[in-house]
């Protein structure tokens, strides 16, 4: 067993042309990803290079989410914004009515009174978009009332949340995984 | 559907006395994280968090990966340094010595000739520990060589990784959700 070298791993890749041509093509996994007001530029940018790993449809960054172009976001995307489709909407209320017009399923990642597992989607959920909150406040009720439901990420310990980033990583990865199922 | 509030949350948690008890009674699940050569603070306290929420069994820090009492991965584990079991080794080959002699079984996370897919665990692959490397080089040929086999998470996109938060996550949760269909 070796790590595969920087040649070997450029040969699987798609360049930034063919990840945005899937895009227009909807070749790219039903899965977008909506940002509610996210703080820091960093989680952005790792969240950028996730959504480029998963092939995410596309990034909604919303509210006071800070947006390309941002030195601190393409430095820690490490290139992924040129590669993930996005958008950015003033208002969070207005992405998720947009959404809705497209036909998208918008579910919340949060701690609700009804929230099924992340590991529950069944076909019926996509095309799917997944919002995440404040790093702090997460998904208020005023933005749950707008959202088809949602999805939780099992808490087994003391603390009662992750990292934006990392949470945002685990269910986009679980939902490509189960997408991948359906096809 | 409302955001749970806080003494909701509460309920459902443990203390931390209780998740640490969980380390001695074997309640925790059968998987640690060895962090090799990890350089910033901040994704040391983000994965302390994650280990936390995903109750993996211990957290072993290695090589020139920072450990605690250290600010700056307090603030981001948010008080999971006091939650997770974990132990410093100043040689990464000791710490896998150390876990192969318990018979548990090590994988890097890391895209190789010979990686399976996160998702491919199964019962004979627990109590396992997945080893995350340095953001730059992620785990080397000769840390590999020690190890029983290595796991990859599928890149979709452009890039060739993540965030080695958010590899660690999508590893540790997907981990736990197979173990949990195990038992």
């Given at each position: 067993?070796?790590?595969?070298?920087?040649?070997?791993?450029?040969?699987?890749?798609?360049?930034?042309?063919?990840?945005?041509?899937?895009?227009?093509?909807?070749?790219?996994?039903?899965?977008?990803?909506?940002?509610?007001?996210?703080?820091?530029?960093?989680?952005v940018g790792s969240i950028f290079r996730?959504?480029?790993?998963g092939l995410a449809q596309k990034l909604?960054?919303?509210?006071?989410?800070?947006?390309?172009?941002?030195?601190?976001?393409?430095?820690?995307?490490?290139?992924?914004?040129?590669?993930?489709?996005?958008?950015?909407?003033?208002?969070?209320?207005?992405?998720?009515?947009?959404?809705?017009?497209?036909?998208?399923?918008?579910?919340?990642?949060?701690?609700?009174?009804?929230?099924?597992?992340?590991?529950?989607?069944?076909?019926?959920?996509?095309?799917?978009?997944?919002?995440?909150?404040?790093?702090?406040?997460?998904?208020?009720?005023?933005?749950?009332?707008?959202?088809?439901?949602?999805?939780?990420?099992?808490?087994?310990?003391?603390?009662?949340?992750?990292?934006?980033?990392?949470?945002?990583?685990?269910?986009?990865?679980?939902?490509?995984?189960?997408?991948?199922?359906?096809?």
């Open positions: 067993m070796y790590k595969l070298t920087h040649a070997e791993l450029l040969e699987q890749r798609l360049t930034n042309e063919q990840a945005l041509a899937k895009g227009s093509s909807n070749e790219r996994h039903p899965v977008s990803l909506l940002l509610h007001n996210i703080r820091s530029l960093y989680n996730t959504a480029d790993a909604l960054l919303c509210g006071y989410t800070p947006h390309p172009p941002r030195k601190e976001i393409e430095k820690t995307a490490l290139g992924a914004v040129d590669s993930v489709p996005w958008e950015y909407y003033t208002h969070t209320i207005d992405a998720i009515h947009a959404l809705k017009q497209q036909r998208i399923r918008v579910m919340a990642l949060e701690l609700t009174s009804s929230s099924r597992s992340f590991a529950s989607l069944t076909k019926a959920d996509f095309p799917l978009c997944l919002i995440a909150g404040n790093e702090i406040t997460g998904v208020e009720d005023e933005i749950l009332r707008e959202c088809d439901g949602a999805l939780q990420i099992p808490m087994y310990g003391v603390k009662h949340s992750l990292n934006v980033s990392v949470a945002t990583g685990i269910a986009l990865f679980e939902a490509v995984r189960l997408w991948k199922m359906c096809e």
